[in-house]
């Protein structure tokens, strides 16, 4: 409840004599909220503080406000593209699922679905989805957890292989189409603009002709990575 409400509540309450019900009815608000602020404000005597903010009980939260608002600047910026990104870049120990509870306290959530609610299985067909994934040979970049009793930390169970330079990987971009799978692409180095363009090209063109598609007819889905848009 705001400081104005407060000091509405303790007025009404106190001062004018209504009654919780009266009070609750004139503010718009819940009867329970209402006692639960009056009770508070009584405790603090006959010259409340409306600004106190009482300690919250519970787990203190993963994420100091300080890497909050620099989160909040990645997703505005487009540095990063959803909670999972967050993860990677910045909270390494955190489940996407806490970062994305943060990120709705800020109003960031997806809310582009609900204008294709109404969209036929004929639009559809014309959606393709393109994006690019690595694959390691051995394990995954990501920090890998296991549940161990004390003293079995160097067991060979909870211990994770180690190979020189990670055994190597492989960066592909692929696209679904209604039809299927279309074309795969190797992407050699680090994509850019300029390869993804290229990538564009061959493959997305490649699977349209494989399909008997007219590239116009295609509609494109895609993350805001910057090398996607630029």
Same mark, same amino acid.
């Given at each position: 409840?705001?400081?104005?409400?407060?000091?509405?509540?303790?007025?009404?309450? &106190?001062?004018?004599?209504?009654?919780?019900?009266?009070?609750?009815?004139? +503010?718009?608000?819940?009867?329970?909220?209402?006692?639960?602020?009056?009770?508070?404000?009584?405790? $603090?005597?006959?010259?409340?503080? !409306?600004?106190?903010?009482?300690?919250?009980?519970?787990?203190?939260?993963?994420?100091?406000?300080?890497? &909050?608002?620099?989160?909040?600047?990645?997703?505005?910026?487009?540095?990063?593209?959803?909670?999972? @990104?967050?993860?990677? $870049?910045? !909270? #390494?120990?955190?489940?996407?699922? #806490?970062?994305?509870?943060?990120?709705?306290?800020?109003?960031?959530?997806?809310?582009?679905?609900?204008?294709?609610?109404?969209?036929?299985?004929?639009?559809?067909?014309?959606?393709? !989805?393109?994006?690019?994934?690595?694959?390691?040979?051995?394990?995954?970049?990501?920090?890998?957890?296991?549940?161990?009793?004390?003293?079995?930390? +160097?067991?060979?169970?909870?211990?994770?292989?180690?190979?020189?330079?990670?055994?190597?990987?492989?960066?592909?971009?692929?696209? +679904?189409?209604?039809?299927?799978?279309?074309?795969?692409?190797?992407?050699?180095?680090?994509?850019?603009?300029?390869?993804?363009?290229?990538?564009?090209?061959?493959? +997305?063109?490649?699977?349209?002709? @494989?399909?008997?598609?007219?590239?116009?007819?295609?509609?494109?889905?895609?993350?805001?990575?910057?090398?996607?848009?630029?």
């Amino acid at each position: 409840m705001t400081p104005t409400k407060k000091a509405r509540v303790w007025t009404m309450v &106190e001062k004018e004599g209504k009654s919780i019900t009266e009070t609750a009815h004139a +503010l718009d608000l819940n009867r329970s909220t209402v006692s639960r602020a009056h009770k508070k404000l009584l405790e $603090q005597g006959p010259n409340p503080d !409306f600004y106190l903010e009482v300690p919250r009980s519970g787990r203190p939260s993963s994420i100091s406000p300080r890497l &909050e608002r620099r989160a909040v600047r990645y997703i505005t910026s487009g540095r990063a593209s959803d909670a999972t @990104d967050l993860q990677r $870049q910045l !909270f #390494t120990d955190l489940h996407p699922t #806490t970062i994305r509870r943060m990120l709705i306290r800020h109003c960031l959530f997806g809310r582009w679905a609900e204008g294709f609610i109404g969209w036929k299985v004929s639009k559809w067909k014309r959606v393709w !989805f393109a994006d690019e994934s690595k694959f390691n040979l051995f394990g995954s970049d990501g920090r890998m957890y296991c549940c161990r009793r004390p003293g079995e930390e +160097l067991e060979p169970r909870n211990v994770k292989p180690v190979v020189k330079h990670g055994g190597g990987s492989l960066m592909v971009w692929g696209v +679904l189409t209604w039809k299927g799978p279309g074309r795969l692409h190797r992407v050699e180095g680090k994509m850019n603009a300029l390869q993804y363009t290229s990538i564009l090209s061959d493959s +997305l063109l490649g699977t349209a002709h @494989d399909q008997k598609r007219k590239p116009s007819s295609i509609v494109l889905a895609q993350d805001l990575d910057s090398k996607h848009t630029s």
